[in-house]
């Protein structure tokens, strides 16, 4: 391997995690309604502002030993988790996609999956504030992917019928992002009002129906039912490995989105059903 790529990879890696700090933030504030850049980094606990020196991704967490210089609390592990796995799949998407506008495009949307996922996780919500510009990022994705002079021609000469509107959406990717959205968004509106309706209490959030539309956004129909498949999977395998631990109790909430998550970065590297095909 050249070493040019490996001191790409290795950058790839160190970019990743100063965004993963700043995820960081954007995990612990957004869901308290406070801004994501002003005051700058401080401790939680005694409100200290941190040196730069101590707000150095995943090294200073390991030279603290996991706790404030100041007031000696102890540091949630959240923080270089977050910073180490943001690293990760940075490099693994640079790995991939090499420096390229598809990798900056993936970049943006983990950025976005990481705090939808931990804030999920932790207060069972996902801000709009993520997913309403990740919708119209992912839009703004595939309308610089369609070739537009193709696509009018396409549209010109369509003729009704499945078979040519998927054949339609496969040709003009533009297309393609707005019935993601459509579809991504619909589906999970629909069973949350069957749910609702079935059970006579709210089972899904809407902001799984908008993460689910963000996907869409970026990946189209075809993303968002390889998203629901596989984060339907790994939902009932954990749900039902808790409710065993818990020896039958249902009461326990799953949040879905860590699982849309995580079904939508294993679809950027893999391809999703195509990795059957």
């Not at 869409?216 to 395998?237: D, H, R, T, Y």
């Not at 989105?257 to 095909?277: N, Q």
Request: hydrophobic letters at 50%.
């Amino acid at each position: 391997m050249p070493g040019a790529e490996i001191f790409t990879y290795i950058l790839s890696f160190i970019f990743g995690t100063v965004i993963g700090s700043f995820l960081n933030v954007c995990i612990y504030r957004l869901p308290k309604e406070e801004s994501i850049v002003y005051p700058g980094s401080h401790c939680t606990s005694c409100n200290e502002p941190i040196s730069f020196y101590n707000n150095i991704p995943i090294l200073s967490y390991l030279f603290l030993r996991g706790k404030c210089s100041k007031c000696n609390s102890k540091i949630s592990f959240r923080y270089p988790l977050v910073e180490i796995l943001t690293g990760l799949l940075f490099l693994a998407t640079v790995w991939s996609f090499g420096l390229s506008i598809e990798t900056f495009f993936y970049l943006i949307f983990i950025s976005a999956l990481i705090p939808i996922t931990f804030i999920d996780l932790e207060h069972m919500i996902i801000p709009n504030v993520i997913t309403y510009p990740g919708i119209i990022v992912g839009i703004l994705y595939n309308a610089l992917k369609t070739d537009w002079g193709y696509g009018l021609e396409l549209i010109n000469n369509f003729s009704l019928g499945i078979q040519s509107f998927f054949s339609l959406l496969s040709e003009v990717p533009i297309l393609d992002s707005i019935f993601g959205v459509i579809l991504g968004g619909g589906i999970l509106l629909l069973i949350a009002y069957v749910y609702e309706a079935v059970k006579k209490r709210q089972g899904m959030g809407m902001g799984d129906v908008k993460l689910l539309a963000m996907i869409g956004a970026f990946f189209g129909w075809e993303g968002v039912l390889f998203v629901i498949f596989l984060g339907s999977i790994l939902g009932s395998v954990i749900g039902i490995s808790i409710i065993i631990a818990k020896r039958g109790d249902l009461k326990y909430a799953l949040p879905f989105g860590p699982f849309l998550s995580i079904a939508a970065v294993i679809y950027i590297f893999t391809g999703g059903f195509k990795l059957f095909l």
